[in-house]
């Protein structure tokens, strides 16, 4: 699991000038080392760097090194006795995500069988592929401006801001070379490859950094008008104006291509819209005495996007760098050549470009405005935005002692919506597309580059806004103390949260292509948040404190959380519609026999679970499924499935010393926690159970009516090559065991 080193520095002065002007000034510092291991396959591989089937070693394991500097200072002034006045300065320094690795040679790749015969990474070596010169460095300075006047029985707050933000990022995927050979014989032979890719500069800077300016302009002005004694209103309105300061890398040779009558752009930045955001809340006392509430307000808000994504556009513009890939199964005579040439060992990039480009001009373009990958932003994208409406109860219930029940309901609408789209990708309509026959009757690309309308172009990503998406969250929570320092806890929050895409990657491309579907990435259907871990959430706490002999306190807590531990997607393990991604939605029979199995065989030949066998052991596993049986004759939900509900329990003691120091009291604390006490007690209470397998389908091709043939996918358990049994296995890892921490405080008063 590697070590994580992190350094804080915090310094804060406090200057009172005058009785109406107080002053602050504060510097904090954060830096982190964070060791990690690698982060995802390459180049449509089979299978992940660190798997069942795959090892890596300890040299490609990278550092993320992260050190931020922040500066605060802020002026608090009172003008008068109903006027006063904040301004806000803040300026920070980001030179962090840098990620290092030991040595500069390539990624490396090695294929081998696994016991069915499928081809699967097996061996990773080298430079892990995401790390070759990745960094970001981000200045940051922003100010703010309040003034509040109190006039009557109106609040009023008038307000500006300012926020300026310069980012230089630099992602250079495959910068030291990447070689998939197809088993280690080849690889210790010095054969060719069956993959290469190699991410290299076009404008002389070896890190080819994208540079984005962005600014933020807003003015807001908003009123707390108490109306009478028993109802407030809160009211106001806000207007925010992104600015995209900074040129964009123009590339002219991308204006002469189409994508279905669309033109893309690499010379503009979105427009500078206005966005503004009303908003309205209110609490009544219903009752008059406070024993009754309602609350609840309605309005717009507007948040932010990550801004990596606006220096992938200039990236993606074809000016800064560019990438080479070719697989095996490439249809361009060329890209087979350049794979044999390929022979004769590994080879590093400055190899590459100075002994192999010179040969093959076509595939290594060497000046800016190559046409490689495209990804730009729709010029009239917005900043995301949302509706929110909210509705609260608060009751003081008629007990003896304090008891207060809250209920509150809360709705998201999204109105701009962050959307990724492959432009280049053609049509469900397109006369290359088929379809498979049967129950499953999903779309068919033709593959490779016959999936693109332009086929030298990989992708044309196009960043835009949807409106599609919703949540809401229903929650009741009871605080009660029926005895003096008894204090208990219980709330329940039911959550449900439906989007069209998840945004998985601060990578566009990889955000689109991770999108797991039935059609294809550019054709998503809503599904459940990535986020929505658990739709049902239970948590409860109860503390005790006893105070005694003066000056010794001892506190008892317990805490309980209940839920399900996390969602999780029903996928085919293989590229059943040839889109060339990986992530496709698998369909769930409606009988037993709706499924074409053939026979799983290990790598002599011998059949190692016939095709009968298979057929019954999914049936049974689909069954079993609390998922899985409830969709039968239906495609799998992008997580749509829910691992089961766990419990857990905390507990907290905590011994407080009076110490008496000069006319003041302070207090001693020693506290000791016992994390997931549940599992101390019993070594099988408190540990969530995860998921044994989400891609219990293998594609292996089409039979004579034109319907899919699986095998079923396989787990090993006590080194015996299984089917699959059941969906859900207790989670061994160390988070999972119980803890003890000790903690010690000095408390001044």
Not at 89 to 101: A, H, I, P, W, Y
Not at 374 to 398: E, N
Not at 614 to 632: G, N, T
């Amino acid at each position: 699991a590697g070590r994580t080193d992190v350094y804080r520095v915090m310094a804060r002065m406090d200057w009172n000038i005058t009785d109406k002007h107080r002053f602050m000034l504060r510097y904090n510092y954060t830096g982190q080392k964070k060791d990690n291991n690698l982060v995802g396959s390459a180049l449509s591989i089979n299978g992940g760097p660190v798997s069942r089937y795959s090892m890596s070693f300890r040299n490609s394991t990278w550092q993320q090194l992260d050190n931020v500097n922040s500066l605060t200072a802020e002026l608090n002034s009172r003008l008068s006795a109903a006027l006063t006045h904040q301004l806000l300065v803040s300026l920070t320094f980001n030179d962090g995500n840098k990620r290092g690795c030991k040595g500069d040679f390539p990624t490396v790749d090695i294929m081998k069988p696994d016991e069915t015969g499928t081809n699967r990474a097996f061996m990773n070596a080298g430079y892990e592929q995401h790390a070759w010169k990745n960094g970001i460095r981000e200045k940051v300075w922003s100010i703010t401006d309040n003034f509040s006047v109190h006039w009557g029985n109106h609040s009023l707050t008038l307000g500006a801001s300012f926020e300026s933000q310069n980012v230089s990022n630099s992602y250079m995927r495959y910068g030291a070379g990447y070689y998939r050979y197809n088993s280690y014989e080849d690889f210790v032979n010095k054969a060719a490859p069956v993959a290469f890719a190699l991410c290299y500069s076009l404008t002389g800077d070896a890190e080819a950094s994208a540079s984005v300016h962005y600014d933020q302009f807003s003015l807001y002005a908003q009123d707390q008008y108490n109306v009478n004694e028993r109802l407030k209103l809160l009211y106001g309105i806000r207007m925010d104006i992104p600015l995209y300061v900074n040129k964009r890398y123009e590339n002219p040779s991308i204006t002469s291509y189409e994508f279905y009558g669309t033109k893309l752009s690499t010379a503009y930045w979105p427009k500078a819209t206005p966005l503004f955001s009303p908003r309205i809340g209110f609490n009544y006392d219903l009752s008059g005495d406070q024993t009754l509430k309602l609350r609840g307000g309605t309005g717009i808000f507007t948040g932010r996007f990550p801004l990596i994504f606006l220096s992938k556009m200039q990236e993606g513009s074809g000016m800064l760098k560019t990438t080479v890939s070719v697989l095996q199964n490439t249809n361009d005579p060329r890209e087979k050549e350049l794979l044999a040439a390929l022979a004769g060992g590994i080879r590093n990039p400055q190899q590459i470009l100075s002994e192999i480009a010179p040969q093959y001009p076509d595939c290594f373009p060497t000046e800016p405005g190559a046409v490689n990958e495209i990804i730009t932003i729709d010029r009239h994208f917005k900043t995301p935005q949302v509706w929110t409406t909210s509705l609260a109860l608060d009751y003081r219930l008629p007990f003896p002692f304090r008891s207060d029940l809250t209920l509150e309901a809360m709705y998201i609408k999204d109105i701009n919506a962050i959307l990724q789209q492959n432009v280049n990708m053609i049509a469900l309509d397109d006369s290359k597309m088929s379809r498979l026959s049967g129950a499953d009757d999903r779309y068919i690309y033709p593959g490779n580059k016959d999936n693109r309308i332009n086929a030298d172009i990989t992708r044309a990503m196009l960043m835009t806004n949807t409106s599609k998406g919703h949540s809401y969250t229903l929650n009741a929570t009871m605080n009660m103390e029926p005895v003096r320092n008894l204090n208990l806890m219980s709330s329940y929050t039911y959550t449900r949260s439906r989007t069209l895409s998840n945004n998985a990657s601060n990578q566009i491309e990889n955000a689109w292509q991770q999108e797991p579907s039935v059609q294809g990435a550019n054709y998503l259907s809503m599904h459940n948040a990535s986020y929505l871990d658990s739709p049902h959430r239970v948590i409860a706490s109860a503390s005790y404190t006893i105070e005694y002999a003066r000056n010794f306190a001892t506190g008892i807590s317990l805490f309980y959380t209940g839920q399900y531990n996390g969602s999780y997607t029903y996928l085919i393990d293989g590229d059943l519609n040839n889109d060339g991604s990986q992530y496709d939605l698998m369909y769930i029979p409606a009988t037993r026999d709706e499924l074409n199995f053939t026979d799983l065989k290990k790598t002599d030949g011998t059949v190692l679970f016939p095709a009968a066998e298979q057929r019954e052991a999914f049936w049974a596993f689909v069954e079993q499924d609390p998922y899985l049986r409830k969709r039968k004759g239906k495609y799998a939900e992008t997580n749509g499935a829910f691992r089961p509900w766990y419990h857990r329990f905390d507990l907290r003691v905590v011994q407080d010393f009076k110490v008496k120091a000069g006319k003041t009291t302070n207090t001693l604390q020693l506290s000791v926690d016992i994390m997931n006490i549940g599992n101390l007690l019993n070594d099988a209470w408190g540990v969530p159970k995860g998921s044994t397998i989400n891609k219990p389908l293998q594609y292996k091709g089409l039979n004579e009516k034109n319907e899919p043939i699986y095998t079923m996918g396989t787990l090993t358990e006590d080194g015996e090559t299984i089917l699959p049994y059941r969906s859900f296995a207790p989670v061994r890892s160390s988070v999972n065991c119980w803890q003890l921490q000790f903690g010690i405080r000095y408390i001044f008063n």
